[in-house]
């Protein structure tokens, strides 16, 4: 089962990531570096780490978006592949246009790292299909640009097609109806989140929470 973790400079938990679908899949993905054109022959999925790419410089994941091997992660999440964009991640996949809104600075102007409850929305996608709806969860957090902002038509639009994948359950960002993260893509396939599930995703973590999001991947391309 062949995956892909996409590396910019300043991405920092692309190894991560990488463990999990290591865990999940049973083979290493392959780290495509940003100035590649083409994901490797094969891909199933991809995913886009958390991190500080470029130094989060001009605007959280916005040069990173502009790389070179974004038009083949773009490329394939037409073709309905699974894309995870996960912290900085969901911010290139923003600013990329994959999904849609922007990530602002936190309210509060404070940078936020530890565990965060979550509920599980009723997205309909494949990262999802081993939660169940209104589920709650535990996700580490961190970021200092993780408050999710859209117009009140995209947000209605967002709630009325079921695409928020997780809501924060608590106080954590000022995120606009508490959305952590949503789905996009012509089938679901594209989720953007600001938890990092990798880092909930095995029992040394103290909470395997993040683990099942994985499990759904690998069911979707198994």
Same mark, same amino acid.
């Given at each position: 089962m062949r995956t892909a973790v996409i590396v910019f400079p300043g991405s920092n938990c692309d190894r991560d990531v990488g463990v999990a679908l290591e865990r999940a899949t049973g083979r290493r993905p392959d780290m495509v570096w940003h100035t590649d054109t083409d994901l490797p022959d094969g891909t199933a999925? =991809? /995913?886009?780490?958390? %991190?500080?790419? !470029?130094? +989060?410089?001009?605007?959280?994941?916005?040069?990173?978006?502009?790389?070179?091997?974004?038009?083949?992660?773009?490329?394939?999440?037409?073709?309905?592949?699974?894309v995870l964009g996960v912290c900085n991640g969901f911010q290139v996949l923003t600013e990329a246009g994959l999904l849609p809104g922007a990530l602002m600075r936190n309210r509060g102007l404070n940078y936020v790292c530890r565990p965060v409850a979550l509920t599980v929305g009723d997205a309909r996608s494949p990262f999802?299909?081993?939660?169940?709806?209104?589920?709650?969860?535990?996700?580490? =957090? /961190?970021?200092?640009? %993780?408050?999710? !902002?859209? +117009?009140?038509?995209?947000?209605?639009?967002l709630e009325g097609e079921g695409r928020v994948a997780f809501r924060y359950a608590e106080p954590v960002n000022g995120s606009a109806r508490s959305i952590a993260g949503i789905v996009g893509g012509p089938h679901g396939n594209v989720l953007g989140m600001m938890p990092h599930p990798e880092?909930?995703?095995?029992?040394?973590?103290?909470n395997t929470d993040g683990a099942r999001l994985f499990q759904g991947l690998l069911a979707a391309i198994a």
């Open positions: 999925a =991809v /995913a886009v780490p958390g %991190g500080f790419s !470029y130094g +989060d410089y001009l605007r959280s994941g916005a040069v990173a978006a502009r790389s070179p091997v974004m038009r083949a992660v773009a490329d394939a999440a037409a073709r309905g592949l699974p999802l299909s081993a939660y169940r709806a209104g589920e709650a969860v535990t996700v580490p =957090v /961190a970021h200092n640009d %993780g408050s999710y !902002y859209a +117009d009140d038509e995209m947000l209605d639009r880092r909930a995703a095995e029992p040394a973590h103290g």
